[in-house]
């Protein structure tokens, strides 16, 4: 690709997305490119979140390499204490189920942040309470996206190495492949060199405190400048063109995932271990991308092509990723057919009307705020999802989740919510004799009960 075209695109993307900044990074045939556009330099931090657990998988597979470790024996052999909600999870769960993501837990996100409400959680407190989280699959039943199974797998790599695993990455892998611009947890680094995170609330660009990802090991707690994310993509590209044994699981299918999108048409998707693959165009691409609060990042190579490119920016959950992604092979093997932007911008206004009109629906024509009970104040607890407090605020119901407080209301159905801040976001909750009940979890279809302090 030349430089010029680059640009264009990506100032194209910026205008469509409303991006603060757009770091990008691209190698072709010896060639690199890397680039930081608007509000941010060559050597601006950006959090890595779920690229992080490239770098884990990468860890870990190295270890079975050495034979300190075998993917297929469960982890209770190397940490005998390991307990979760499900008996035979427990018992069977192995280094390949967690690295695919085939636990049987669906997400609990939520509890990353209902734990951190009075304390941040060490990880191993953080691994003590996702032993509490509900199921909704047996082991191995369906491919589902877990961090907290991640900061499990962590925690017992820990174990074995006697040793943390931040320090294992960095004298394993930093170290040797000169990523002297990667950090283990924020932290670590200049915090005045991390982007500012921002969300995009109703279409307009809102900057949002810094909140960082919590004790997850090695889920989601990285950070790295746009060059280094290259070298890292680099790196990934080399070892899936030529490594061999057990190097190469992480680029074979593990468990079968649903592509999301409507566009890019893919005709398969897959999770290795710890990486992402699809087909595009009639070539496999590998890809990894990650988003947390403010901000949203993006691995991706095609070893056929000897093509990587990475995108680092300060707003999450945007398919700015994507577009650029599609955009970059297609430059690479004279694609001009499509127009990615509009096709992830069009894609991500109809998901936004979808999300409004579900949200509007639950919160009704005439939402009222829910009078303050002093029988209703005080700390809900529960188990693996720690503490919601419940208070009054001008003599309104007020519920705090994690570093924020956000109102209760109630439509004229006399159903409750939480309402939070951006996004269009409503969590069904219901008071009860013991306590409360709250929405965590969509996929178990059920709320969960936190019984009062």
């Given at each position: 690709m030349k430089t010029a075209e680059i640009n264009n695109y990506a100032e194209q993307v910026m205008a469509e997305f409303k991006l603060p900044s757009l770091g990008v990074g691209i190698y072709h045939h010896g060639e690199t490119f890397s680039h930081v556009y608007g509000d941010?330099?060559?050597?601006?931090?950006?959090?890595?979140?779920?690229?992080?657990?490239?770098?884990?998988?990468?860890?870990?597979?190295?270890?079975?390499?050495?034979?300190?470790?075998?993917?297929?024996?469960?982890?209770k052999k190397y940490w005998p204490a390991l307990k979760l909600a499900d008996p035979y999870t427990t018992d069977h769960?192995?280094?390949?189920?967690?690295?695919?993501?085939?636990?049987?837990?669906p997400a609990h996100d939520l509890m990353r942040f209902t734990n951190c409400n009075q304390q941040d959680l060490t990880l191993a407190q953080k691994v003590a309470a996702i032993g509490h989280l509900e199921p909704n699959h047996e082991l191995r039943v369906e491919m589902q996206y877990s961090n907290l199974i991640f900061a499990v797998a962590t925690y017992v790599m820990e174990q074995v190495i006697n040793d943390s695993y931040?320090?294992?990455?960095?004298?394993?892998?930093?170290?040797?492949l000169n990523l002297h611009d990667t950090y283990i947890n924020h932290h670590e680094c200049d915090a005045?060199?991390?982007?500012?995170?921002?969300?995009?609330?109703?279409?307009?660009?809102?900057?949002?405190?810094?909140?960082?990802?919590?004790?997850?090991?090695?889920?989601?707690?990285?950070?790295?400048?746009?060059?280094d994310l290259l070298k890292?993509?680099?790196?990934?590209?080399?070892?899936?063109?030529?490594?061999?044994?057990?190097?190469?699981?992480?680029?074979?299918?593990?468990?079968?995932?649903?592509?999301?999108?409507?566009?890019?048409?893919?005709?398969?998707?897959?999770?290795?271990?710890?990486?992402?693959?699809?087909?595009?165009?009639?070539?496999?691409?590998?890809f990894h991308s990650g988003s947390y609060i403010g901000y949203c990042s993006f691995l991706g190579f095609v070893p056929e092509l000897d093509l990587?490119?990475?995108?680092?920016?300060?707003?999450?959950?945007?398919?700015?990723?994507?577009?650029?992604?599609?955009?970059?092979?297609?430059a690479v093997i004279g694609q001009q057919d499509k127009d990615w932007i509009k096709e992830a911008s069009d894609y991500m206004k109809q998901r936004s009307l979808t999300k409004r009109a579900k949200f509007d629906k639950h919160r009704g024509a005439n939402p009222q705020s829910v009078p303050a009970d002093a029988d209703l104040l005080g700390d809900y607890q529960n188990d693996g999802y720690g503490i919601v407090t419940i208070s009054s605020e001008n003599d309104q119901l007020?519920?705090?989740?994690?570093?924020?407080?956000f109102p209760i209301i109630q439509n004229?159905?006399?159903?409750?919510?939480?309402?939070?801040?951006?996004?269009?976001?409503?969590?069904a909750i219901n008071f009860t004799n013991h306590g409360l009940e709250l929405m965590t979890e969509p996929a178990l279809k059920h709320p969960t009960a936190f019984v009062k302090e």
């Open positions: 941010g330099q060559e050597d601006t931090l950006y959090p890595l979140a779920s690229i992080s657990k490239t770098f884990f998988a990468t860890a870990i597979c190295k270890l079975a390499e050495s034979g300190k470790i075998d993917l297929d024996q469960p982890l769960i192995t280094w390949r189920d967690a690295l695919s993501h085939q636990s049987g837990l931040g320090s294992y990455i960095c004298k394993n892998l930093l170290e040797p005045t060199r991390i982007a500012k995170p921002y969300l995009l609330d109703h279409g307009k660009l809102m900057q949002v405190p810094f909140i960082a990802p919590g004790k997850v090991g090695g889920a989601s707690s990285m950070l790295a400048s746009i060059s890292w993509g680099q790196f990934q590209l080399k070892t899936a063109q030529t490594g061999k044994g057990i190097t190469m699981q992480r680029y074979e299918p593990q468990s079968i995932m649903q592509p999301d999108r409507s566009y890019g048409g893919a005709n398969f998707a897959n999770y290795g271990l710890g990486m992402m693959m699809e087909d595009y165009r009639g070539y496999k691409y590998f990587a490119f990475v995108f680092t920016m300060n707003m999450d959950s945007t398919d700015a990723i994507f577009a650029l992604a599609y955009q970059t092979i297609d007020m519920a705090t989740i994690g570093k924020w407080k004229e159905r006399g159903e409750k919510f939480v309402e939070l801040a951006v996004d269009d976001e409503l969590l």
